[in-house]
């Protein structure tokens, strides 16, 4: 079921000091969102602006520092501009003045490197017009579309927006549902919300949000409890639910009350069935059952948010890994899409939160290092459904090849 563009796609701004980026932004909102002036080097830090593009819908742009700064301050910029292309979906290569080297060329190798589809944009046309020779040089070492704009001059602007239009890979647009493929039209879903420490104040947490959402799109009904209810429900209805979505925590309560022939699952697994790469997820959990003592593990939590005692990823996790184990385990936590700083190759198995609040390019790119070394990655859910015996359960509802 396809409901439109409903994610918002992740674009950054790349080039040398001075070639216009931040006024390149405001030409392409028509508002002044990005800070400008004629002095080198005025933007320091990628900055995100969350801004409606004519022609495209909502996106996010990353404006970011020059890649030709210098000095050991402009080496960590230039650091945390290249960090940005772990988490943007498309980019934009301006240049001006027909300057194009090894700056340029050095960037391309990353976008490359990332998979990233970018056009690239001569920008300052009126002061001087793109030559053939440096669109020649160009073609040397990229294939990306080329286009020319003076934003003064307010000069193929639109020519741009359209160019971009169409490079921005439709899959950032996240055109699939979290239960689009698994409940039909009146379909009833049971919705079974946990209420701790954790559940924020009158309202539910973005993935219990989010799949009643969800539920509501594809014409399915919603049945919303706390899995203190559950037995209750089961005792004064004779009501079947097509399809059981628990908080992964209560697995083990709610798989012993719902009835077998019921399909189970978590909101975690949900979305890592839509967001992460799931097989490896399956398959990764199979490690929990090999690790030694001495073992490390990283845990990875996609958001920042105030720990308390009940934090599922720094104590609840670490405390349930550590007793189905029966070994002696060290943890790291890294949260939001901060720099790991430890090597991953020191790690014998990484678990990723569900990742409600970042876009698959984020996920898979924060992933990307423990995959390419060959290490086990699991999810939150499956982890914990794993460790309570009923992973080929809670799968079945999405694997082909874990159906009975």
């Known amino acids: 079921m396809d409901k439109g563009k409903d994610n918002k796609p992740h674009i950054g701004i790349y080039g040398r000091r001075n070639v216009g980026k931040s006024s390149f932004i405001n030409a392409l909102t028509g508002i002044d969102v990005a800070i400008v002036s004629e002095i080198a080097g005025t933007t ?121 239009k169409n490079t921005i890979p439709e899959t950032s647009y996240q055109k699939n549902t979290l239960l689009g493929d698994i409940i039909q039209k009146d379909s009833i879903v049971m919705l079974i919300t946990p209420v701790d420490s954790e559940a924020p104040d009158g309202r ?30 089961f005792g004064k209805t004779s009501l079947q639910p097509d399809l059981v979505i628990t908080d992964s925590q209560a697995f083990g309560y709610v798989n012993k009350i719902i009835p077998k022939e019921i399909p189970l699952t978590s909101f975690s697994i949900v979305y890592a069935h839509m967001r992460g790469p799931f097989e490896e997820y399956v398959n990764g959990a199979q490690k929990l059952s090999e690790l030694e003592n001495g073992d490390r593990i990283l845990i990875l939590e996609s958001c920042v948010h105030q720990v308390s005692c009940e934090d599922i990823g720094r104590y609840k996790i670490p405390n349930w890994i550590r007793k189905f184990s029966g070994k002696t385990l060290e943890f790291d936590v890294a949260a939001g899409l901060s720099a790991i700083e430890t090597p991953i190759t020191d790690y014998q198995l990484v678990v990723q939160c569900g990742g409600c609040m970042i876009t698959r390019k984020q996920l898979f790119n924060r992933l990307k290092p423990a995959l390419e070394a060959g290490i086990p990655v699991t999810n939150y859910g499956i982890a914990i459904a794993y460790m309570n015996g009923i992973l080929d359960r809670v799968v079945e509802p999405f694997l082909e090849e874990y159906r009975k």
């Open 44 to 164: 320091t830090d990628p900055v995100k602006k969350s801004i409606e593009i004519f022609g495209i819908g909502p996106a996010i742009l990353v404006d970011t520092a020059g890649i030709d700064d210098f000095g050991d301050l402009g080496a960590k910029r230039i650091q945390k501009t290249i960090q940005t292309l772990k988490h943007i979906d498309a980019a934009i290569l301006l240049i001006s003045e027909n300057v194009f080297g090894s700056f340029e060329q050095k960037l391309i190798e990353e976008f490359n490197n990332y998979k990233i589809e970018y056009i690239i944009v001569h920008n300052k046309e009126d002061l001087e017009k793109l030559t053939d020779e440096t669109v020649m040089q160009i073609q040397l070492c990229s294939k990306a579309p080329i286009e020319i704009c003076s934003i003064i001059k307010s000069q193929n602007i639109g020519e741009v927006i359209e160019l971009l």
């Open 204 to 233: 539910m947490i973005l993935p219990q949000a989010m799949a009643i959402r969800d539920v509501l799109d594809n014409n399915a009904v919603n049945i919303v409890l706390r899995e203190t209810e559950v037995e209750a429900f």
